[in-house]
């Protein structure tokens, strides 16, 4: 019994400690590019607010990154401590990309000083700009590291197992499996997407609180522009992850889509609800659409749940994960697409609170999205920690103080988000951008529309 309570709680701190870490990660990974792009406009412009844009989400991002570091060693160390079997097995073939996922870490590092340290030190500002390419290429590696190991949870290859002992090991076939490429495309888009919708929230909502300034005008045309490109990438990203599910983890995808009978002409089900004979109530229903999405033809044959043995067949709640998910990057899709019309047709007016405050839903339903993603992609692969080769129960520790790290850590993580919201609240509530601009670009006006 106390084995089984230790792996409901590891999963549980587990679970905690990623979805607490993945909301800095995600931004972690996605706000460099948004700098990058924001510093480069304003040296071919020469215009000070695209400059300041990339200034101000620096300090703002230095901080999220401090607050990463703590949550990334945190999940390291639950790995050794909550997930000892797993680890004996897999740590020798999964250690290449963990090491290189730290080097890329410190890689960024590095120039994240450099570039923080070094505005006005250069004559021909587009060295500076040169430091913050490093800073995305060190971020985006980061995320792609990581992501070979959990797609190497997903389609395991590159070592053989005898018992408890791993031989043949080739850690580069490890990490290119076959979910890497779909895997590492969805994480880094979706990376991107929800930190450029994060910083347009963030500005739409000044914008209904205050008053749209040329700073805030072009924050929201460059952080909109930037969402709709990414909500584009993130589709086509999320459209070959559900072909490759269809191919490698076909119970994956049924348990998502309710596909009970292996059929050809699938219906794409969203929503709806299971009765006790797991029959399909009050769902939408987009004819022959999974067989499209699955195979790319409306007559191609999906495979269901009718095929797949019961004891390994994921939870079938996972639907609501992947329906969300789904859901919220259309809207973000949408939002960005309705913004960028309106601008071209000349009926879009900053004032226009309805619009505003939809960009202000769509920084926390694109984050909201990142979380259903990430709970749909672990907990679609249950009840396998290593698909084909090890169950989630095998890998977990047998401890029985899990649940005081459990309390620990919930606090740890408390503490961390009050420090992160307090300090950027401070950072920008005391330097506002009015300020700021009149301090450092005296010749430039704020008032106004200079567009």
Aim: with cysteine.
């Amino acid at each position: 019994m106390m084995e089984f309570d230790s792996v409901i709680m590891s999963r549980m701190l587990t679970s905690l400690t990623l979805a607490f870490h993945i909301i800095f990660a995600t931004v972690g990974v996605g706000i460099p590019v948004m700098v990058s792009i924001a510093e480069f406009i304003g040296i071919k412009k020469k215009d000070a607010h695209y400059t300041l844009l990339a200034r101000r989400w620096t300090r703002g991002f230095v901080i999220t990154v401090a607050v990463g570091v703590v949550t990334g060693t945190a999940i390291g160390l639950q790995l050794s401590l909550l997930w000892p079997s797993f680890m004996q097995v897999a740590g020798n073939v999964i250690s290449l990309p963990l090491f290189l996922e730290t080097f890329a870490f410190f890689f960024e590092a590095i120039f994240l000083g450099a570039y923080l340290y070094t505005w006005d030190r250069f004559k021909n500002p587009i060295y500076h700009w040169l430091l913050s390419i490093p800073v995305v290429i060190g971020s985006s590696m980061s995320a792609f590291f990581i992501t070979t190991v959990n797609a190497f949870m997903n389609t395991p290859q590159g070592f053989e197992l005898e018992g408890r002992t791993i031989t043949s090991i080739d850690p580069l076939a490890a990490m290119f499996n076959p979910a890497t490429p779909t895997k590492v495309f969805h994480v880094i888009s979706s990376s991107y997407l929800t930190s450029a919708a994060i910083l347009a929230a963030i500005t739409a909502f000044y914008i209904i609180k205050k008053k749209a300034t040329p700073y805030h005008k072009k924050a929201l045309k460059l952080t909109m522009m930037a969402t709709f490109i990414f909500a584009v990438t993130t589709a086509v990203a999320g459209d070959l992850s559900a072909k490759f599910l269809a191919k490698e983890q076909p119970e994956k995808l049924a348990a998502a889509e309710w596909h009970f009978e292996t059929e050809k002409g699938a219906d794409l089900i969203l929503f709806g609800t299971l009765n006790e004979e797991n029959e399909v109530e009050n769902a939408i229903r987009i004819p022959n659409a999974l067989s499209f999405l699955a195979h790319g033809s409306f007559d191609s044959e999906v495979t269901g749940l009718d095929k797949i043995e019961e004891d390994v067949t994921p939870p079938l709640w996972i639907h609501y994960m992947f329906d969300l998910m789904v859901m919220l990057g259309m809207y973000a899709m949408g939002v960005s697409f309705l913004y960028i019309v309106l601008s071209k047709l000349k009926r879009w007016n900053e004032n226009n609170k309805w619009l505003l405050w939809l960009i202000v839903l769509n920084g926390p339903f694109a984050m909201l999205a990142i979380e259903f993603g990430w709970i749909f992609a672990e907990v679609g692969r249950q009840p396998w920690i290593l698909r084909g080769y090890m169950k989630v129960a095998e890998g977990a520790t047998t401890s029985p103080h899990v649940d005081w790290m459990f309390l620990l850590f919930l606090g740890l993580y408390i503490l961390l988000g009050v420090f992160c919201v307090t300090v950027l609240r401070k950072l920008f509530r005391n330097n506002p951008v009015e300020l700021e601009l009149e301090q450092r670009y005296p010749n430039i006006s704020n008032r106004g529309d200079d567009e």
